[in-house]
């Protein structure tokens, strides 16, 4: 199957549109400040506003439910946009992964209630999956257990990312089924100030607001069950490679500014009397940095238009999601330290930028499973 990876005329108008606005209303000193201060949100909730007045929330929701039904490669370029600038805000957890996950699993009075308020601003979301200290969508001991009515949920969650700032956090739970297996995972919505929920904030190395929740005997009406019964290990999998397609985006866009910023140095920074870019050697790392970001570029961009095509198999989708991520987590694992490098001992220091593409690099390169997690499932996924 043949895919198109140039943007047409109004994605890249779209692109131009939200580098624009991340370079001049949210530049990287934006997130030093928020991190500095450590903000009680993690986010600026007036720069939120803005994202949403710009239609940025409803960009993958369907006109039928209050979105602009631009679809993920729309998402997946304002993603890699706010990248470039690392970008505080609830995008990936309420929209990357909590619209998706009601979309996928949601009933159509749940869509129709929730999806309008997601794109008007109006609701913030978390997803609560992993337990562990590595990503293992399968492995979950949280219990949901049925009676009265409803649903009493017990257990842990570790880095939900957002969860401290959320209005209502998406819990995955066990139905029913084998204790580590993806069978009778139910999801469900909790509201974040129900008796029982126990929120303690995390702020990760790069910034990113995360939170250990853990739910103890917290009561859940019927009606807050994605769907109304356990989803399905394909409908999981689904929201997770959507989430994992567009976080890919947004390391896509991280590992080009730190490209960029690394060649600027190059140019200006003389040594012996000539720019240290003349040096064969920097040169060389240079090209493989650079090889290693057209392939990233081509792996996301052909994920991104899969999700968009109708056509393409969730198998196709799954593998795409993994090989992007695989790919993704090396390359920001080798740009960043290539940057850091290259700037010599300014690099090292707090007060220069590129260091915090490094911190995000080693954060974003665990969410939603690692470079080995993904090798072993596209392994799988091709029957090795």
């Known amino acids: 199957m043949s895919v198109s990876l140039r943007l047409n005329e109004e994605q890249q108008l779209l692109r131009e ?10 530049p990287l000193s934006l997130h030093r ?38 679809g993920h490669t729309g998402l997946g370029l304002v993603l890699e946009e706010t990248g470039r600038t690392l970008v505080d805000s609830p995008l990936i957890a309420t929209v990357l992964l909590g619209a998706n996950a009601i979309l996928e699993s949601g009933s159509e009075a749940q869509k129709e209630e929730l999806l309008p308020r997601i794109a008007a601003g109006e609701l913030l979301l978390a997803f609560a999956l992993d337990e562990h200290i590595v990503h293992d969508p399968a492995r979950v001991d949280s219990t949901a257990t049925q009676g009265n009515g409803g649903y009493t949920l017990n257990g842990g969650k570790t880095f939900v990312l957002d969860g401290h700032v959320a209005d209502r956090i998406i819990v995955i739970a066990r139905i029913d089924g084998e204790s580590d297996g993806a069978d009778g995972l139910g999801l469900f919505l909790v509201d974040a100030a129900a008796q029982g929920v126990e929120i303690t904030r995390t702020i990760m190395v790069d910034g990113r607001n995360c939170a250990n929740i853990v739910l103890n005997n917290v009561a859940v009406d019927a009606d807050n ?13 689904r929201i997770l490679d959507i989430a994992r397609i567009g976080l890919s985006a947004e390391m896509l866009g991280s590992i080009e500014e730190v490209f960029e910023r690394t060649l600027d140095y190059l140019r200006q920074r003389e040594q012996f009397g000539v ?12 090209a493989e940095m650079y090889n290693e970001i057209e392939l990233s570029k081509s792996l996301v961009r052909a994920a991104l238009a899969a999700l968009d095509d109708p056509a393409s198999s969730s198998a196709r989708i799954a593998r795409l999601a993994s090989a992007a991520k695989a790919k993704l987590s090396e390359a920001f694992f080798l740009v960043s330290n290539e940057g850091v490098q290259m700037h010599g001992g300014i690099g090292m220091t707090d007060e220069f930028d590129i260091g915090f593409f490094l911190k995000r690099a080693r954060v974003a390169q665990q969410f939603l499973g690692d470079a080995g997690f993904h090798r072993d499932r596209y392994a799988t996924l091709h029957s090795f």
Not at 17 to 26: D, I, L, M, V, W
Not at 40 to 67: C, H, K, N, S
Not at 275 to 284: C, D, E, M, V
């Open 17 to 26: 549109s939200a580098r624009g606005f991340c370079r001049e209303q949210a």
């Open 275 to 286: 720019p240290i870019g003349a040096f064969q050697a920097l040169q060389h790392r240079a």
């Open 225 to 237: 069950l994605l769907g109304g019964s356990a989803t399905t290990p394909e409908a999981l999998d």
């Open 33 to 70: 400040k928020l991190r500095d201060s450590r903000d009680a949100d993690g986010f600026d909730r007036g720069l939120w506003r803005q994202m949403v007045e710009l239609g940025w929330t409803g960009m993958a929701i369907p006109e039928a439910y209050g979105g602009y039904g631009f």
